[in-house]
């Protein structure tokens, strides 16, 4: 059985003076400001219920705020897995009861079930937010080209030398088989 809120969780984060703490509660407050995220996030966990019973999961507003976590952390799901059990400051702000220790796996499947559609629609209302507030108009999208460092194996002459022995071996082997005709009989 899923709920689309946890009524009873706090709605204040685990106060901790550092710059973390006062990002989360901003966007804590952003996603208080719009209830529809969680009617939105709970049609798309519930597509795939077929019965209402069973154990409670993790309410719909948990499972927005562990995707956004998630990407705010840029981790996999297993650290995020560690992060929900180990730190109170997440834990409360992806609003989990006091018994929910959510696994890798559970936490994979329930935000993978999230539809492309929905997490256009929350990035709308985001883009809405920033122009009301004249963070950003949303005319340009910005994309980082940076170069990056990676392993690969640097030329050297032989390697350069094989496509070109590869062609002409082909190109004879094509010349022996089709008879070129130059007007002679």
């Known amino acids: 059985m899923r709920k689309k809120r946890n009524p009873q969780c706090s709605m204040e984060l685990h106060?901790?003076?550092?710059?973390?703490?006062?990002?989360?509660?901003?966007?804590?407050?952003?996603?208080?400001?719009?209830?529809?995220?969680?009617?939105?996030i709970y049609e798309d966990l519930s597509s795939g219920d077929k019965q209402n019973t069973g154990r409670n999961g993790l309410s719909a507003e948990?499972?927005?705020?562990?995707?956004?976590?998630?990407?705010?952390l840029n981790c996999d799901y297993d650290y995020l897995s560690f992060v929900l059990m180990d730190s109170m400051l997440f834990r409360d702000f992806c609003r989990l009861e006091p018994n929910q220790r959510p696994s890798r796996s559970?936490?994979?499947?329930?935000?993978?079930?999230?539809?492309?559609?929905?997490?256009?629609r929350i990035n709308n209302c985001q883009l809405m937010t920033a122009k009301d507030q004249g963070i950003e108009k949303g005319r340009t999208v910005a994309i980082d080209s940076t170069v990056t460092e990676s392993?690969?194996?640097?030329?050297?002459?032989?390697?350069?030398?094989?496509?070109?022995?590869?062609?002409?071996?082909?190109?004879?082997?094509y010349a022996l088989m089709t008879p070129i005709n130059f007007g002679r009989r």
């Open 15 to 40: 106060y901790v003076p550092h710059e973390i703490c006062s990002q989360l509660s901003g966007i804590s407050q952003w996603l208080d400001a719009h209830p529809q995220f969680n009617d939105w």
């Open 62 to 72: 948990s499972v927005l705020r562990a995707a956004l976590l998630k990407q705010y």
């Open 106 to 120: 559970s936490l994979h499947g329930l935000i993978s079930l999230l539809t492309a559609s929905t997490w256009e």
């Open 151 to 173: 392993d690969i194996k640097p030329p050297c002459d032989s390697d350069l030398l094989n496509p070109g022995r590869y062609l002409s071996k082909l190109l004879r082997t």
